[in-house]
C-alpha cells in the first residue's frame, strides 16, 4: 500500500507542489529540528481549483482566529526549546492550512509521512534503503474538523504516526480498529451528547429540535443526542433536519433546504433548538431566523458556543436566548504578549506579512471588544489582535505540543540534565509512550483511556439571557453545576411559548393530541382520576375506599363520650353515685358504639361489598358507589343517625349545666348541623339517581366532617390559646363550688 502511494505521488509530483506567493495561498510554515511535529490548521475554506487534477490551489474565507491557533502550537514549541524541557534535543515544526478540505488535508499529510522534504515539490524517493521508510514527522497536531480528522488519520496509520487532534470530536474517531493513532486533546462528541442532554433535562426542556449535518461530526453527534433523548421520560425531540456538510446558498437546492429548515422550526413545538453542526452553517442558519424573527431558545455545540462571529451578527439579541457546550479555556501564559509580539517586529516576521496580505475580519468586532480602531489596516498595528484568540482551542493545541514533550521526555530517558537516548526512535515507539501519559497542564490533568480519548468536562455558556458568559460546568461523572435560581427559574415554568400545557386542573391529565410532542390537557380516561391541580398524569381510581360509616362514627363516639361525662359531673347524685361511676368510663363508651359500627360494616364487607359502578353520562361518565345491600348501608347510616341524634339530646340537656368551656352548647350547634344535612341527604341518595348524587354526598359528608371538627375543637383550641387563665385545674374547681353554692348545696374542700 505505501509503495502504491508513493509511486502514485513521485508519478503525479503536481498534486504536492502548491503555488507561489498568492493572496490566497494556503499557509506552509517550516521550521528544522531533531524532532519535526506537523500541524494541520483549516486557515482557510473552500479552496478553489482551475481544474480537478489542478496544481494551482487557492483558499477563501481566511479564519484569523485559526491562524492564531496555529501561531499557538509554534509559540508553544519554541517555549519548549527554550526551556530545554528535552536537553539537546530541538524540536521543530510543519505547519500546513488545510483549507479545511479532506483531499488537500491528506497530500498534506502523505507529503509529513514520507521521509524526506523537497523544497520544490515535497516529496524526493527514500535514500535509506528501505521499502518504507520512517517519516521525518513523528507526531501530528491536528485537524480541527472531525470530517478532515477522519481522512487524515486512514494516511497517518500507514506510517503509525499519533496524530492528536485539537477540536475533531466525532465518535467515530474512537473506534481504534478504524483509526488506531489516532488520539485528542478534546471530549469525544459521546461526552458532548450526555452534557446537552443533561443541559436539557436540568432546565425542564420538554421537547427539542435537532439540526444536524451530513458529515462526520453533524451526523454522529445529532444520531447520538437523539439516543440520549429516547432514553429520557421526559424529552420528545419534535424534529431532526440534515443539512449539508457545506450549506452553500449560492445553489438552489441549498436554498431550498434552508427554506424547509425555517418553516419546520417555525411550526414546531420544540421549545430549545439544538445546532450540531459547522459554524459556517450555523452562520447561514441564525442569518435566517433573524430574518424571519423565529424566536427560540438555541443550544450551541462546541464548534461555535464560543463564536465571535455568531455573537455579532445583526439582530442575533432579537431571536432568543442562547446556551452552549463549551471546551474548557485557561489562559496561556505568555501567548498573548506573543501575538502582539508579531505587530511589533511587522517588518521581519513572514508570519505576520500572511496574515497582512489575507486581510483580519476587524473591521466587524465591536469598539468597546477591541478598544481600538476598527479599520483593517489599524487593527493589524496594534494589539488588539489577542482580542481574537481562542483560548479553548488554543489551550487544546498547547496541551498537544505537553503531550508529545512528556512521551519524548519518556521515550529518550531525559532527567533534566541530559537525555539517555538519541531521536532515532520510530514513530510507533513515540506514538506508545503517547497513549500512557498522565499529565497535568495549568490545572489541566490529561490522561487517555483505551479509546484515545481525554475526560475533561466542559464549560456551560450563555448569552442573549439574564446570566452571561461561563454560567456553570459539566463533570465528566455526568454531574451538571449551574446557578440554583436559574435553575428554579427554569424549572417553575407551566406553559411554554408553543402553546404546550405543562400542568393540568383536576381531573385533566397531559397527553398527546396530534402534533408529535407537545402535550394538551385532555379529560381523564374511564376509570382514571387526577384530584390534585398541576397533576401531568392521571391515576387509576382505587376500589374499595366506599369507610364514611366507620370513621364518622369514632367521631360521634368520642364527642358523645365526652358529653355523658359531663352529664354525669353535673347531675351528680348520692343515690346514683355507683351507677354514675361505672358509666363514667369514656374509653370503654367510645370502644362500645365503635364496636357496634365495626361489626355492621364488618358484616357488609365480607357479605355484600360495595362496588364501583361507571355509568356514561353525555360526553363523560359518572363514577358512583353501589352499595349492594341497601338494608345493611341503611343499617349503618341509621345507627351513625342513631349516635347523632343521642349525642344532640345530650348536648342540648347540657346546655344550662355549669360547663366552663361551653362545650355542650357548642356541639349543639354542630349536631344541629349534621342531623339536618343527613335528613336532607338520604331520601337524595336513595332515591335519586341524577349525576350529581355522587357530589351531593361529597358534601354532606364535607359538612357533617367540618361542622363536628369546627364546633368541637375550635372553642378548645380558642381557650388553650387565648384564654389560658381558664385552662386550669384551679379555675375549673371554683367555677363548679360557685355553681353549686348557688343552689344552696355544700361543697366540700379536698
Given at each position: 500500500?505505501?509503495?502504491?502511494?508513493l509511486?502514485?505521488v513521485?508519478?503525479?509530483p503536481?498534486?504536492l507542489?502548491?503555488l507561489?506567493?498568492?493572496t490566497?495561498?494556503p499557509l506552509?510554515?517550516y521550521?528544522?529540528?531533531?524532532?519535526?511535529?506537523g500541524?494541520?490548521f483549516?486557515?482557510?475554506?473552500q479552496?478553489?481549483r482551475?481544474l480537478?487534477?489542478?496544481?494551482?490551489?487557492?483558499c477563501?474565507?481566511?479564519?484569523?482566529?485559526?491562524?492564531l491557533?496555529?501561531?499557538m502550537?509554534?509559540?508553544?514549541?519554541?517555549r519548549?526549546?527554550?526551556?530545554?524541557?528535552?536537553p539537546n534535543?530541538?524540536?521543530?515544526?510543519?505547519?500546513?492550512?488545510t483549507?479545511?478540505?479532506?483531499?488537500?488535508?491528506?497530500?498534506?499529510?502523505?507529503n509529513?509521512s514520507?521521509?524526506?522534504?523537497d523544497?520544490?515539490?515535497g516529496l524526493?524517493?527514500?535514500?535509506?534503503?528501505?521499502?518504507a521508510?520512517?517519516?521525518r514527522?513523528?507526531?501530528?497536531i491536528?485537524?480541527?474538523?472531525?470530517?478532515v480528522?477522519i481522512?487524515?488519520?486512514?494516511i497517518?496509520t500507514l506510517?503509525?504516526?499519533?496524530?492528536?487532534?485539537y477540536?475533531?470530536?466525532?465518535?467515530?474517531?474512537?473506534k481504534k480498529?478504524k483509526f488506531?493513532t489516532?488520539l485528542r486533546?478534546?471530549?469525544?462528541?459521546v461526552?458532548q451528547?450526555?452534557?446537552?442532554a443533561?443541559l436539557?433535562?436540568?432546565?425542564?426542556?420538554w421537547?427539542?429540535?435537532?439540526?444536524g449535518?451530513?458529515?462526520?461530526?453533524?451526523k454522529?453527534g445529532?444520531?447520538g443526542?437523539?439516543?440520549?433523548f429516547?432514553?429520557?421520560?421526559?424529552?420528545?425531540v419534535?424534529?431532526?433536519?440534515?443539512?449539508?456538510?457545506?450549506?452553500?446558498?449560492?445553489g438552489?437546492?441549498a436554498?431550498?433546504?434552508?427554506?424547509?429548515?425555517m418553516?419546520t422550526?417555525?411550526?414546531?413545538?420544540a421549545?430549545?433548538?439544538?445546532?450540531?453542526?459547522?459554524?459556517s452553517?450555523?452562520k447561514?442558519?441564525?442569518?435566517?431566523a433573524?430574518q424571519?424573527?423565529?424566536?427560540?431558545?438555541?443550544?450551541?455545540s462546541?464548534?461555535?458556543?464560543?463564536s465571535?462571529?455568531?455573537?455579532e451578527?445583526?439582530g442575533?439579541?432579537?431571536?432568543g436566548?442562547?446556551?452552549?457546550?463549551?471546551?474548557?479555556s485557561h489562559?496561556?501564559?505568555?501567548?498573548?504578549?506573543?501575538?502582539s509580539?508579531?505587530?511589533?517586529?511587522?517588518?521581519?516576521?513572514?508570519?505576520?506579512?500572511?496574515?497582512?496580505l489575507?486581510?483580519?475580519p476587524?473591521?466587524?468586532?465591536?469598539q468597546?471588544?477591541?478598544?481600538?480602531?476598527?479599520t483593517?489596516?489599524q487593527?493589524m498595528?496594534t494589539?488588539?489582535?489577542?482580542?481574537?484568540?481562542?483560548?479553548?482551542?488554543?489551550?487544546?493545541?498547547?496541551?498537544a505540543?505537553?503531550?508529545?514533550?512528556?512521551?519524548l521526555?519518556?521515550?529518550m530517558?531525559?532527567?533534566g540534565?541530559k537525555?539517555?537516548?538519541?531521536?532515532?526512535?520510530?514513530?510507533?515507539?513515540?506514538?506508545?509512550?503517547?497513549k500512557?501519559?498522565?499529565?497535568?497542564?495549568?490545572d489541566?490533568?490529561?490522561?487517555f483511556d483505551?479509546n484515545g480519548d481525554p475526560?475533561l468536562g466542559?464549560?456551560?455558556?450563555?448569552?442573549?439571557s439574564?446570566?452571561?458568559g461561563?454560567?456553570?460546568?459539566?463533570?465528566?461523572?455526568?454531574?451538571?453545576?449551574?446557578?440554583?435560581?436559574l435553575?428554579?427559574?427554569m424549572?417553575?415554568?407551566t406553559?411554554?411559548?408553543?402553546n404546550?400545557?405543562?400542568t393540568?386542573p383536576?381531573?385533566?391529565?397531559?397527553?398527546?393530541?396530534?402534533?408529535k410532542?407537545?402535550?394538551?390537557?385532555?379529560?381523564?380516561?374511564?376509570?382514571?382520576?387526577?384530584?390534585?391541580?398541576?397533576?401531568?398524569?392521571?391515576?387509576?381510581?382505587k376500589?374499595g375506599?366506599?369507610?364514611?360509616?366507620?370513621?364518622?362514627t369514632?367521631c360521634?363516639?368520642c364527642?358523645l363520650?365526652?358529653?355523658?361525662?359531663?352529664?354525669v359531673?353535673?347531675?351528680?347524685?348520692q343515690?346514683?353515685?355507683?351507677?354514675?361511676?361505672?358509666?363514667?368510663?369514656?374509653?370503654?363508651v367510645?370502644?362500645?358504639?365503635f364496636?357496634v359500627?365495626?361489626v355492621l360494616c364488618?358484616?357488609?364487607?365480607a357479605?355484600f361489598?360495595?362496588s364501583l359502578?361507571?355509568?356514561?353520562?353525555?360526553?363523560a361518565?359518572?363514577?358512583?358507589c353501589?352499595?349492594?345491600?341497601?338494608?345493611?348501608?341503611?343499617?349503618?347510616?341509621?345507627?351513625?343517625?342513631?349516635?347523632a341524634?343521642?349525642?344532640?339530646l345530650?348536648?342540648?340537656?347540657?346546655?344550662?349545666?355549669?360547663?366552663l368551656?361551653k362545650?355542650?352548647?357548642?356541639?349543639?350547634?354542630?349536631?344541629?348541623?349534621?342531623?339536618?344535612?343527613?335528613?336532607?341527604?338520604i331520601?337524595?341518595?336513595?332515591f335519586?339517581?341524577?349525576v350529581?348524587?355522587?357530589?351531593?354526598?361529597?358534601?354532606a359528608?364535607l359538612?357533617s366532617?367540618?361542622?363536628?371538627?369546627?364546633?368541637?375543637?375550635?372553642?378548645?383550641c380558642?381557650?388553650?390559646?387565648?384564654?389560658?387563665e381558664?385552662?386550669?385545674?384551679k379555675?375549673i374547681t371554683?367555677?363548679?363550688?360557685n355553681?353549686?353554692?348557688?343552689?344552696?348545696?355544700?361543697?366540700?374542700k379536698?
Amino acid at each position: 500500500m505505501w509503495c502504491f502511494l508513493l509511486c502514485c505521488v513521485l508519478w503525479f509530483p503536481g498534486l504536492l507542489c502548491t503555488l507561489p506567493a498568492a493572496t490566497h495561498q494556503p499557509l506552509h510554515e517550516y521550521s528544522d529540528g531533531d524532532v519535526i511535529i506537523g500541524g494541520l490548521f483549516p486557515i482557510h475554506l473552500q479552496p478553489n481549483r482551475t481544474l480537478p487534477s489542478s496544481r494551482h490551489v487557492s483558499c477563501n474565507e481566511y479564519q484569523f482566529q485559526v491562524f492564531l491557533a496555529a501561531q499557538m502550537m509554534i509559540f508553544a514549541i519554541k517555549r519548549v526549546n527554550q526551556r530545554r524541557a528535552l536537553p539537546n534535543v530541538t524540536l521543530g515544526y510543519d505547519v500546513y492550512d488545510t483549507c479545511g478540505d479532506a483531499s488537500l488535508a491528506m497530500r498534506m499529510a502523505l507529503n509529513m509521512s514520507i521521509d524526506q522534504l523537497d523544497p520544490q515539490c515535497g516529496l524526493l524517493p527514500g535514500r535509506k534503503p528501505s521499502s518504507a521508510p520512517d517519516p521525518r514527522v513523528k507526531a501530528v497536531i491536528g485537524e480541527g474538523s472531525s470530517e478532515v480528522s477522519i481522512a487524515v488519520a486512514r494516511i497517518l496509520t500507514l506510517s503509525s504516526i499519533a496524530q492528536i487532534s485539537y477540536a475533531a470530536t466525532s465518535e467515530l474517531l474512537s473506534k481504534k480498529d478504524k483509526f488506531p493513532t489516532f488520539l485528542r486533546t478534546v471530549n469525544s462528541d459521546v461526552l458532548q451528547t450526555k452534557a446537552m442532554a443533561e443541559l436539557v433535562k436540568t432546565f425542564n426542556w420538554w421537547t427539542v429540535g435537532i439540526v444536524g449535518s451530513d458529515d462526520e461530526y453533524g451526523k454522529y453527534g445529532s444520531d447520538g443526542l437523539e439516543d440520549q433523548f429516547n432514553a429520557m421520560d421526559n424529552v420528545c425531540v419534535d424534529f431532526k433536519f440534515i443539512l449539508p456538510a457545506h450549506l452553500d446558498l449560492s445553489g438552489s437546492k441549498a436554498q431550498k433546504q434552508l427554506t424547509e429548515l425555517m418553516d419546520t422550526i417555525g411550526n414546531s413545538t420544540a421549545e430549545a433548538i439544538i445546532l450540531f453542526t459547522r459554524e459556517s452553517n450555523v452562520k447561514l442558519v441564525l442569518e435566517a431566523a433573524i430574518q424571519m424573527n423565529l424566536n427560540r431558545t438555541w443550544i450551541a455545540s462546541d464548534t461555535w458556543s464560543n463564536s465571535s462571529d455568531i455573537k455579532e451578527l445583526p439582530g442575533i439579541e432579537a431571536i432568543g436566548p442562547f446556551f452552549g457546550i463549551a471546551f474548557k479555556s485557561h489562559i496561556v501564559e505568555g501567548f498573548a504578549d506573543y501575538v502582539s509580539s508579531m505587530v511589533e517586529e511587522k517588518s521581519s516576521n513572514p508570519l505576520w506579512e500572511y496574515h497582512k496580505l489575507n486581510h483580519p475580519p476587524c473591521q466587524s468586532a465591536p469598539q468597546e471588544k477591541l478598544n481600538c480602531s476598527l479599520t483593517a489596516s489599524q487593527c493589524m498595528e496594534t494589539r488588539c489582535l489577542v482580542h481574537y484568540i481562542f483560548w479553548d482551542l488554543s489551550l487544546n493545541i498547547y496541551l498537544a505540543v505537553e503531550v508529545i514533550v512528556n512521551a519524548l521526555s519518556s521515550l529518550m530517558k531525559c532527567d533534566g540534565e541530559k537525555c539517555q537516548r538519541n531521536t532515532s526512535f520510530t514513530a510507533y515507539e513515540l506514538l506508545n509512550e503517547i497513549k500512557n501519559v498522565n499529565l497535568t497542564v495549568n490545572d489541566t490533568h490529561i490522561v487517555f483511556d483505551d479509546n484515545g480519548d481525554p475526560m475533561l468536562g466542559y464549560d456551560i455558556v450563555a448569552w442573549n439571557s439574564p446570566s452571561s458568559g461561563t454560567i456553570g460546568e459539566y463533570l465528566p461523572g455526568g454531574k451538571i453545576n449551574l446557578p440554583p435560581s436559574l435553575v428554579a427559574t427554569m424549572a417553575n415554568v407551566t406553559f411554554t411559548a408553543f402553546n404546550c400545557s405543562r400542568t393540568c386542573p383536576v381531573g385533566q391529565e397531559l397527553k398527546k393530541n396530534g402534533m408529535k410532542c407537545c402535550k394538551h390537557c385532555i379529560v381523564c380516561s374511564d376509570g382514571y382520576v387526577s384530584s390534585e391541580i398541576g397533576t401531568q398524569n392521571c391515576t387509576k381510581c382505587k376500589e374499595g375506599m366506599p369507610l364514611f360509616g366507620i370513621a364518622f362514627t369514632l367521631c360521634v363516639s368520642c364527642v358523645l363520650a365526652n358529653l355523658l361525662q359531663i352529664f354525669v359531673c353535673f347531675t351528680f347524685s348520692q343515690n346514683m353515685g355507683g351507677w354514675f361511676r361505672k358509666v363514667n368510663q369514656p374509653p370503654a363508651v367510645v370502644a362500645i358504639l365503635f364496636g357496634v359500627q365495626l361489626v355492621l360494616c364488618s358484616i357488609w364487607l365480607a357479605y355484600f361489598p360495595p362496588s364501583l359502578q361507571r355509568e356514561p353520562h353525555k360526553k363523560a361518565f359518572k363514577l358512583k358507589c353501589d352499595p349492594t345491600s341497601k338494608a345493611l348501608f341503611g343499617a349503618v347510616l341509621s345507627y351513625v343517625a342513631l349516635l347523632a341524634v343521642v349525642s344532640f339530646l345530650f348536648a342540648f340537656k347540657g346546655k344550662k349545666l355549669p360547663d366552663l368551656y361551653k362545650n355542650a352548647s357548642f356541639v349543639t350547634i354542630g349536631m344541629l348541623l349534621v342531623l339536618v344535612v343527613w335528613i336532607i341527604f338520604i331520601p337524595v341518595y336513595l332515591f335519586g339517581d341524577g349525576v350529581y348524587t355522587e357530589a351531593i354526598k361529597a358534601a354532606a359528608v364535607l359538612v357533617s366532617s367540618h361542622s363536628m371538627l369546627c364546633c368541637h375543637l375550635v372553642p378548645k383550641c380558642y381557650i388553650m390559646v387565648f384564654r389560658k387563665e381558664l385552662n386550669d385545674e384551679k379555675a375549673i374547681t371554683d367555677y363548679i363550688r360557685n355553681h353549686f353554692e348557688q343552689k344552696g348545696i355544700n361543697v366540700l374542700k379536698s
